[in-house]
């Protein structure tokens, strides 16, 4: 018992939980993102008819500005001025674009030329967008001092 006692703090739970906090909120706030996203894209392409690609616009986009506001203040804790803020939005919204034009791509590509049912092809293209995000975010967007040393 002693040996595994020693093992945990040899290990340092607590560090290894830190390091992943950013990772793990990340996660928390796309899950959030996600479920608005697929929940207006399901209503939008299933009740409505509307084309998928705007679908995918009009879902991408409502889950945005939440995105934003979770991400800088609780997922990163970047706590910039007003003006380095007005920056992170910028950059935000620059990795997002991005983000929204290789999800167009793959959603069609998967949907159209690979006859993949659209909301596999729209599940598949969650994952491939929320790396995107996520490295875009942490090493782009809210980097702090810390990680541009590491």
Sequence with gaps: MV???????TLNLHSILEKCKSLLRFGIVGCINTGID???FTLLYGTFGIDKLVC???????????SFIMNKLWTFESK?????TLK???????VNLLSLAVSLVI?????????INVYVSKIAVIFITQAINYLGYKYWVF???REVIS
């Excluded at 040996?3 to 703090?9: D, E, H, N």
């Excluded at 992170?88 to 620059?94: H, N, P, S």
């Design 143 to 145: 980097k702090t001092r």
């Design 88 to 94: 992170e939005l910028y950059r935000f919204l620059f």
């Design 107 to 115: 959603l069609k590509v998967f949907n159209e030329f690979f006859y």
């Design 56 to 66: 995918q616009v009009i879902a991408y986009s409502c889950g945005f500005m939440n």
């Design 3 to 9: 040996y595994y006692v020693k093992a945990l703090q």
């Design 80 to 84: 910039k001025s007003k003006l380095n």
């Design 38 to 40: 697929f929940l207006i």
